[in-house]
């Protein structure tokens, strides 16, 4: 899985995304297509990546809890889950591809960190090579087709996975989010639109899609990164050079109880997390790097941890979610 | 100090105290005593002590933190501090004598843990031995004669300090306290009757001194002692039986704060060490022991803490706190 690997950035940046949404040009759109075409889709689809490292996985008809790791793990969306019509997802290590989500086919790239241009390499490539299989809805004057207008044209949505304890908890976020607004930049919750926004961890991403260039795209989206990156290093530090032990105390309380609970939610993991990731970031942790609180952050969440109990049982979930968390931690001091 | 060494009985007992209040025949009460008359029992005193173990402290003169700090090792009352005339204690490791205090002579033993047969011993030799060379206030009817009536006849207090956070936190204790106080004795905070009582920390002591002998008195509190111990210890270990995880998830919740926290308040701390004080009743650590637990119960104090920093600046001392804190329960996992 993606969030395996480490990446550069990742003290800030959790993951990079790139989708390209593609549709074929002689079946209608999901929403307006039925069973037969559905399933047509997935077939040919399947047929067409069948040099592809990726496997098919049947979510119309998967077990939820499997359909909700996907979605843990940012490879498909909720809406793809409560389809009414055949769908799936294509899943390899950092390639994935929706089949009957919004659009037909929703490509996606992943990497762990931040590398807008990695990502996009891959994800552009599958594209080639699948469009040679499949023939795209394409127009030469508004590029790719797409359900919603909105995604028309390059039909990408870049997205990078922010973790931002430092501007979060120094109440910078709210005028970042205004500022980056108005540059095209898109800032949202972890998973997106419909979501509760998680408090420490933000996705920005491209708000427009017609009109402009993939390389335009990425430059702009990567300008704003590179400034939200440099912004919570900086109020990180500040913050740990204001008050040197009362920074240290947030960081180590939080540590010591992530290291010796017996219980522990999915929120309180949340909320604690960010104080020994800005500990990563100032020095304060030999033996823990930024990925691996990445991937706790991916792994700790409540379907990961269910799958590993083998039941749904809240109480036990949590208890699970400690025991983890005390192996992780134990001895990083 | 009496708190260095271990004791019996330490995983409910803190100290046993044995106190015996005597005057001299011809000096007026402490309260009705002239400087001169002051300056000449303190003077009596130190000559009749002059073969002991035992140094004397001018309380009267002494900087207020060194005062404090015999309030905290329970040397001395505060009464003794505020004082208007000639007053002092002497200390030695576990025998100590405060003068002029509400009676001209208060001679104490205070053990670490359990042990009321040992702390009588202790301070009755001493008494003799002091009683050979002073006049005491003596009335064949009513036995030693007191400032207050209440404590005439043995003028003995024997106090044992009770660390009960189990039966505090199941909320038993005050249904035990009615009770105790129908057999004579009586249950107080950490300080004595002025002090706002600590939520986990009793003091037991006799309530009657006139018409019983010593060892009568001594009896009936351990009588009622043994059975607290016995409760304390029953309803520690049915916490634990009947939910280990949530048990156990206090008990390491608390550790992990006090052994990675850069700040710590007294409030704090004696708020924390309770669930670690259950835990090792429970078996849960290895490497501490109920004595390490109780010796940090007196040396975390507000002015044992400042003594070390050197100066009364707050921040400072819970930081400094924090730090012992931290040395101490260092892998002690």
Same mark, same amino acid.
């Given at each position: 899985m993606w969030y395996e690997s480490n990446g550069k950035d990742t003290d800030v940046v959790i993951s990079t995304r790139i989708r390209l949404a593609r549709n074929l040009a002689d079946k209608p759109f999901p929403g307006k297509l039925y069973s037969e075409d559905a399933t047509d889709i997935i077939e040919k689809t399947k047929k067409a990546l069948s040099g592809e490292k990726l496997d098919f996985i049947n979510v119309f008809s998967a077990e939820p809890l499997y359909n909700t790791i996907l979605l843990e793990d940012h490879l498909i969306s909720s809406e793809l889950i409560s389809s009414k019509t055949p769908c799936g997802v294509f899943v390899g290590e950092n390639l994935s591809i929706m089949v &009957? =989500? =919004?659009?037909?086919l929703r490509l996606q790239c992943v990497l762990s960190g931040y590398d807008l241009e990695k990502a996009y390499n891959m994800v552009s490539s599958l594209d080639s090579r699948l469009e040679s299989h499949l023939p795209y809805a394409f @127009? =030469? #004057?508004?590029g790719y087709l797409t #359900?919603?207008? %909105? &995604?028309? /044209? %390059? /039909?990408m949505r870049a997205s990078v996975m922010l973790h931002l304890p430092a501007l979060t908890i120094s109440e910078n976020i709210n005028t970042i989010i205004t500022a980056v607004n108005k540059l095209g930049v898109t800032v949202r919750g972890m998973? /997106? =639109?419909n979501s509760n926004a998680n408090a420490y961890i933000y996705q920005v991403s491209n708000q427009v899609t017609l009109g402009i260039s993939e390389e335009e795209t990425l430059k702009k989206l990567a300008d704003v990164v590179d400034m939200i990156i440099e912004k919570e290093r900086h109020i990180c530090k500040t913050l740990y050079d204001n008050s040197p032990t009362l920074f240290k105390d947030k960081v180590f309380r939080a540590f010591g109880t992530l290291a010796n609970s017996y219980s522990m939610s999915t929120e309180e993991f949340m909320n604690l997390i960010p104080y020994v990731k800005m500990g990563i970031c100032t020095g304060l942790?030999? &033996?823990? @790097?930024a990925s691996d609180i990445n991937r706790l952050i991916i792994t700790m969440q409540p379907a990961h941890v269910t799958k590993i109990i083998g039941n749904d049982n809240f109480r036990k979930r949590d208890e699970m979610r400690a025991s983890l968390l005390r192996d992780f931690f134990k001895e990083k001091r």
């Open positions: &009957n =989500e =919004e659009d037909h @127009s =030469e #004057k508004y #359900k919603c207008p %909105t &995604n028309a /044209g %390059t /039909g998973y /997106g =639109e942790f030999e &033996n823990i @790097s």
